[in-house]
């Protein structure tokens, strides 16, 4: 099928990698188009990477006519062909992290007291920054503006007036449970909700999958849920009474959806003002950079048309991970098009990615604006059978499933391999757990495995729901001698071995400006530093010496030390201090960092994970400095170090994360992965870490922005859970 809408449910393993590949190559040999005709948009860079690879395998040179490339990527390549028709001009600055956290600090702290986000102390962050950069991304995302959020909150609000005014809700709540108390308000919620007002039950214009009134989610969940178990108990009702109304039974109750919408209402006033801040200095985040697209193709025909005469066959990956504002690309460039020629692919088994503001709700919305002709892959060419129903018996748990998954049933076209069933192993405690992993990874490359594997790139894994868990694993594996790779996303401030180095600038940047008592509170971290030569009892010994003959006066006690590495570091230090109001930034950061540079290159060996992440700490130092260099010559300063250490003070002061991932590893070696970042992997042995409860169904805590019947809100629910280890037992291939 090369002509008109077409939306595939591909479960893993059944080739839909392939399957976009080909239907390119298809397209180009029977179809009258260029390859620049045809756009492939995916998820992430991972996947459009992959896609070129195996377009080029396919069908050679011309694959690179083809355009393959993330959403972000292609709404960023139009703007820089066609800058005419956006508005926001290509001058414009990306807003830093730091800046980012400035701004919201400053519009919570101005909000008047008793504001449902106001409130904190005046000499420290504003108490919501966090939760107000993650709601305005996830509203960009969800392609939801910020007038259409208020009504929605205002219909929430209109909602519990109403049902406190036209129902016995209030009353019921304040009774004690129990199983008549259930059921009259089972008939209580179906009466009031059914004799509701149109204006509280009818949505509110907005992307499908985002929100449902209020009064139809207080009906649903009471009808999903079994408020009376077969005991007699009313614990189900309580946990309904619990999720809507607060309060307590002698107090009174309210509906939580009208303090919960307040909140979103003034989230939106700050969101506005935040937007307007960015215009005003031209500056963007990087959620604007799809809604300047959006803006520009809604607003120029002309544009739209260049499109859509440019991108006749449109193929989309990994559908399942598609978010509001996303799905109104594909719209608009088929918009007007009778029967557009654009392919869907997606698992909605696979939808992972919500807490980024992706909903399967666009499957459906495809499904209703299209009619396409859907097609559903069921063979899996990658796993055995009995992997394959034991990723389905977990499936066959996800409650939620689109209309085309309903009666999904993947079958495997290997033959049976060696493990036929599966088990749980039950260990005492972590340690123990980590110890027989490791063991038994240990074994199995003693036995040869990966010789026999297909790729030994694709061996062996170790998949866990948390990077914690996987972190915790390493010193076992070492102890064991077993090679692995490793990646993961890390805070540069939350780095262990950048706390030396971040003692040293922030050291040196107070002897630069005379506060020598504020730059001997760094002293015992960087003497003690085994990076710096320090050991425990020559650091003893220093101190007790300082305490003795120079009253605790760590400095004078360096400049006047028998030792000469003590010596030797108090005059780098001094040196450093006398260069930092000159010396570009960069050539100092190199002079600071030298030292311990050489010491993690000595040690890659016996602490490898140490080593890859001091690199990625300096890597992130440096990124940073160039980042804030730039903001500086915008504004025509120049950046040395001490302003560069006040930027990251502010940074840590706000808790801005300064990405220092780490990235380490040998061919051949055992992957460590979290399973979001799993997707899309095979491995001919994997072992699931931590799997456990408490671990893969912990989800997202405290407060949110979003009311309970906004369906982009922070919250884990457990088909969340269940779609992520269904990704990770997918993985095996035998």
Not at 48 to 60: C, F, P, W
Not at 124 to 146: C, E, H, T, W
Not at 234 to 242: E, H, I, N, Q
Not at 345 to 354: L, P, W
Request: include cysteine; proline fraction near 4%; hydrophobic fraction near 40%.
């Amino acid at each position: 099928c090369l002509d008109g809408p077409l939306l595939v449910i591909a479960g893993p393993g059944t080739g839909k990698t392939q399957l976009l590949s080909l239907r390119a190559a298809n397209i180009l040999a029977k179809c009258d188009v260029a390859p620049r005709n045809i756009l492939c948009l995916t998820y992430t860079e991972a996947g459009a990477e992959a896609m070129r690879k195996r377009l080029i395998e396919l069908i050679g040179r011309d694959a690179y006519g083809i355009e393959v490339s993330t959403f972000h990527g292609f709404a960023s390549s139009i703007r820089s062909r066609y800058p005419e028709y956006f508005t926001r001009p290509s001058t414009d600055t990306l807003v830093t992290s730091l800046h980012q956290q400035e701004i919201f600090d400053r519009f919570l702290k101005s909000l008047p007291f008793g504001s449902p986000l106001g409130g904190g102390s005046p000499d420290m962050p504003a108490q919501n920054i966090g939760k107000m950069i993650s709601f305005v991304s996830k509203a960009k995302r969800s392609g939801l503006d910020y007038d259409t959020l208020g009504a929605i909150a205002q219909q929430n609000i209109d909602a519990a007036v109403w049902l406190t005014e036209h129902s016995e809700l209030l009353t019921l709540a304040c009774e004690r449970a129990s199983a008549a108390l259930a059921e009259r308000f089972e008939e209580e919620v179906e009466r009031a909700c059914g004799m509701a007002p149109t204006s509280l039950t009818r949505p509110i214009d907005c992307p499908a999958g985002t929100y449902v009134p209020y009064i139809l989610e207080l009906r649903d969940a009471v009808r999903r849920t079994e408020l009376i178990d077969e005991k007699g108990k009313s614990s189900g009702y309580t946990k309904m009474r619990d999720a809507f109304f607060g309060g307590s039974n002698s107090q009174g109750r309210t509906f939580k959806i009208a303090e919960q919408s307040e909140r979103l209402k003034t989230a939106c006033d700050v969101a506005r003002r935040y937007q307007s801040e960015l215009d005003q200095h031209h500056l963007y985040d990087y959620d604007d950079m799809i809604g300047d697209f959006v803006d520009a193709v809604e607003h120029n025909d002309a544009l739209r048309q260049v499109l859509q005469d440019t991108y006749t066959y449109i193929q989309v990956d990994e559908f399942q991970d598609t978010n509001g504002a996303q799905m109104r690309i594909i719209e608009l460039l088929c918009d007007g098009v009778d029967a557009p020629n654009i392919m869907a692919v997606g698992d909605d088994d696979q939808a992972i990615m919500r807490f980024q503001g992706a909903t399967i709700e666009c499957a459906n919305q495809f499904a209703a604006e299209f009619s396409p002709r859907s097609i559903v892959l069921k063979t899996n060419y990658r796993s055995t059978p009995a992997i394959v129903e034991l990723g389905q018996a977990i499936a066959r748990q996800i409650e939620y499933r689109l209309d085309a998954s309903s009666n999904k049933s993947i079958e495997a076209s290997k033959p049976q391999g060696d493990q036929v069933d599966f088990s749980e192993n039950v260990f005492g405690g972590k340690a123990e757990e980590y110890a027989a992993v490791a063991a038994s990874i240990k074994q199995r490359l003693v036995d040869h495995y990966l010789d026999k594997c297909e790729d030994p790139n694709e061996g062996i894994a170790v998949i866990s729901a948390k990077h914690a868990a996987l972190r915790s694993l390493i010193p076992f594996l070492v102890k064991k001698k077993v090679p692995f790779s490793y990646r993961e996303r890390q805070n540069l401030f939350a780095s262990e071995r950048m706390q030396t180095m971040l003692a040293l600038l922030r050291c040196v940047t107070a002897l630069a400006r005379g506060q020598k008592e504020l730059a001997c509170s760094y002293l015992p971290q960087i003497v003690c530093a085994a990076e710096l030569g320090g050991d425990h009892p020559s650091s003893v010994t220093f101190a007790l010496s300082a305490k003795r003959e120079h009253r605790g006066d760590w400095m004078a006690a360096m400049c006047e030390s028998n030792s000469a590495r003590v010596k030797e570091l108090y005059d780098d230090l001094m040196q450093w201090a006398a260069e930092a109001g000159a010396s570009p930034v960069r050539a100092l950061l190199f002079k600071i960092a030298k030292r311990s540079l050489g010491y993690y290159q000595d040690h890659k060996e016996l602490d490898p994970l140490g080593s890859a992440e001091f690199n990625a700490g300096i890597r992130a130092l440096l990124a940073f400095a160039e980042g804030e260099m730039g903001d500086a010559r915008r504004m025509g300063r120049t950046l040395r170090l001490p302003d560069l250490v006040d930027k990251l003070d502010a940074a840590q002061k706000f808790g801005v994360s300064i990405d220092a991932s780490i990235d380490l590893g040998t061919p051949g070696a055992v992957r460590l992965t979290s399973a979001h970042s799993s997707k899309g992997l095979q491995f001919e042995c994997v072992y699931l870490l931590d799997a456990d409860d408490s671990t893969w169904h912990k989800g997202a805590g405290g407060m949110s922005l979003y009311p309970s019947n906004l369906l982009i809100r922070d919250e884990k629910d457990d088909d969340d859970a269940r779609r992520l280890l269904f990704v990770a037992c997918l993985l095996y291939t035998s």
